[in-house]
Structures are given as structure tokens and as C-alpha cells.
Nanobody, 122 residues
Framework: QVQLVESGGGLVQPGGSLRLSCAGTGSIFSINAMGWHRQAPGKQRELVALIIPGGSGSTNYGDSVKGRFTIARDNAKNTVHLQMNSLKPEDTAVYYC??????????????WGQGTQVTVSS
């Protein structure tokens, strides 16, 4: 089994910054992709950022966060970080980390973290 543990959410004023982290543990052979999604009340879950751990670490961002958020990985620790700058009230949501992993049995699985609340408010 694989577990994802998130940390770093909280309350921040508009224009502020937060850093989210997500560590994966368990029977991980390799990671195909790591990322963050978010879901605001009454809205669908949306992609925030995605990173491919191998090679140059290609990234993909949702349009609403481009230029403000940065995703990074620590391959040795099976950890993904999301640095969020210039936060806006519309960034308020529950943020979920996501791992697409190959387990030691050779099969691919998708896992989600438990979610961490980010609230941007004055």
C-alpha cells in the first residue's frame, strides 16, 4: 500500500505565500507523476500543477496559477512541494496531492492525499 501525507496548509492574507508538501511512503517502486489538485466549495476539482519526476522534471500548471505557483520534487524522499506566491482569495480551496506510482508488483496506481485547507483572506 502507499500513503500520502500532506502538510503546510493554513490561513494567509492576500498577496502572501504558503508552501505545501506531500510525502509518499509504502511500496513505491517508481513515480510516474506527482501533482496537486484543488477543490473549492461548489466547484469541480481542478489541476493546479503536475511534475514528471524523471529527467528534466517537466511541469504543467493550471492557467489560473501560472507565474505564481511552483511545483518541485525531491526524488530521494518521494516528496513533492508546491510553493504558492501572490495568493488570491480565489485560491481558497482544499488542496490534494496526487501520485501516479508503479508499485513493487509492477502495476501502476493513482493515489490521493487526504487534503489540506488553504484559506486566503484578510
Amino acid at each position: 500500500q502507499v500513503q500520502l501525507v500532506e502538510s503546510g496548509g493554513g490561513l494567509v492574507q492576500p498577496g502572501g505565500s504558503l508552501r505545501l508538501s506531500c510525502a509518499g511512503t509504502g511500496s513505491i517502486f517508481s513515480i510516474n507523476a506527482m501533482g496537486w489538485h484543488r477543490q473549492a466549495p461548489g466547484k469541480q476539482r481542478e489541476l493546479v500543477a503536475l511534475i514528471i519526476p524523471g529527467g528534466s522534471g517537466s511541469t504543467n500548471y493550471g492557467d489560473s496559477v501560472k507565474g505564481r505557483f511552483t511545483i518541485a520534487r525531491d526524488n530521494a524522499k518521494n516528496t513533492v512541494h508546491l510553493q504558492m506566491n501572490s495568493l488570491k482569495p480565489e485560491d481558497t480551496a482544499v488542496y490534494y496531492c496526487y501520485f501516479d506510482v508503479r508499485r513493487t508488483n509492477g502495476r501502476n496506481y493513482a493515489y490521493w492525499g487526504q487534503g489540506t485547507q488553504v484559506t486566503v483572506s484578510s
